[in-house]
């Protein structure tokens, strides 16, 4: 038995009662030195069918400004100044694509770069740039379906020489989808793997990078189980390795992508299939060094969620944050993996009134806020919502305790008769 996580779990449940009675109102708590953490829900809008922005979905992106961007059928900003959702620009059907599931790329210089699913001159989607500064969004590349694979759910990664690269879902010589460059200056699309049933087919996520340029990414399917795998591929040569192969035990389907953290350890999610022990899905880690994988979390269904399907995102304590469907509402959850805990607290359950089915991932801020979307209902508007959850800090038990004993002694004092 782990008496440290027991014992941690205690202190949490004590916090979570004291925070109750000092009338803090949020739907979880967690420990901090000293404190306890609350997360207040604000829905920043929510859009009907006259918005400018609809359906809002992909991943979040901050800029060094602190201003976060997203996609929805336009891109839209919401500015650190009030956190209003504002449209930056649209794309078109016919020539920059459509439906951007992927979120955005953000660079040194502000220019903004995504993929778009459908569309473009063969169907199959785009690359598209929107530069710092206009509302034009401009075409790349368009992909064929066929060598250069289509059907793109992949946010983009740059490397240091402002060379792109994602992956597709459909498409390539073996009908598995495809890892891909666009060279910097370039508008022709460059097949670096066709996936197949061994490397794994059809990912629904990007790549990321290591500290040598090596490129990791996870695929929806195949592999030896079907479960799908995940994956190296040299900065050196562009070979593609196996390095890990789902099997439903240890999860299965990770339709997310890997999350980096500073020792070089990679974090995602399993969306279910057989995954995990209620077969909802799981959050695991990969280990830098023999890429080795440990299952951290499992879903619950109901109470935490279930199938996860979008990238994770890791706080300056090593807290880990996501989105799942499912939950107490159906609408999905907003969940949080502690740092050293096995247990998955869900931070809030959508509803239809906060907009349901977060399809996008989370951005978090210097403050610690959360920023995140939902892809459908809101409240008055049927078409999605954009909203925070902000952390509210207050004392924990034993801090109470001390303060409550040190304001009586202090009272005492100020009441007590001076001797003669």
Request: hydrophobic share 35%.
């Amino acid at each position: 038995m782990n008496f440290h996580r027991l014992h941690k779990s205690a202190i949490r449940r004590s916090v979570a009662v004291t925070a109750a009675l000092l009338g803090v109102v949020g739907p979880k708590t967690k420990l901090l030195a000293g404190t306890a953490t609350t997360y207040t829900f604000t829905q920043l809008a929510n859009f009907s069918s006259f918005s400018p922005i609809l359906n809002p979905e992909g991943d979040l992106v901050t800029d060094s400004a602190g201003n976060i961007y997203g996609t929805g059928n336009d891109l839209f900003e919401l500015p650190v100044a009030n956190r209003t959702p504002v449209a930056i620009a649209q794309l078109n059907s016919s020539t920059t694509g459509a439906d951007p599931y992927a979120g955005l790329l953000i660079d040194p210089s502000g220019d903004l770069y995504g993929t778009a699913y459908y569309g473009g001159a063969s169907g199959f989607g785009t690359i598209f740039e929107l530069p710092a500064n206009t509302s034009t969004p401009v075409l790349l590349a368009t992909f064929n379906g066929t060598t250069t694979g289509g059907l793109s759910r992949a946010k983009l990664i740059m490397d240091n020489s402002g060379n792109l690269y994602g992956t597709t879902s459909y498409g390539g010589a073996n009908s598995g989808g495809t890892v891909f460059e666009l060279p910097s200056g370039s508008h022709t699309i460059q097949t670096l793997v066709n996936l197949n049933s061994s490397t794994g087919t059809s990912p629904q996520s990007g790549l990321t990078f290591d500290a040598a340029g090596n490129m990791f990414g996870t695929t929806s399917g195949g592999g030896t189980y079907g479960d799908g795998t995940i994956y190296e591929i040299s900065a050196a040569t562009h070979n593609i390795s196996t390095i890990l192969n789902f099997n439903g035990s240890n999860g299965a389907h990770p339709d997310a992508g890997l999350y980096r953290d500073a020792s070089g350890n990679f974090y995602g999610t399993t969306s279910g299939g057989q995954g995990g022990a209620y077969g909802y899905g799981t959050v695991y880690e990969l280990s830098s060094g023999d890429y080795s994988l440990e299952t951290l979390a499992v879903f619950s269904g109901s109470a935490t969620g279930s199938a996860p399907s979008t990238d994770v995102i890791m706080d300056a304590s090593g807290d880990l944050f996501g989105t799942a469907g499912g939950g107490p509402s159906l609408g999905g959850t907003i969940w949080e993996l502690p740092a050293g805990s096995n247990t998955i607290d869900p931070l809030i359950a959508l509803n239809t009134q906060t907009g349901a089915d977060p399809d996008g991932g989370l951005a978090i801020d210097s403050a610690g806020d959360l920023f995140g979307t939902a892809y459908q209902n809101g409240g008055p508007g049927p078409q999605g919502s954009v909203f925070e959850l902000s952390p509210v800090t207050v004392p924990e038990p034993a801090a109470c305790s001390f303060l409550a004993m040190a304001a009586l002694f202090l009272s005492r004092r100020r009441h007590r008769v001076p001797a003669r």
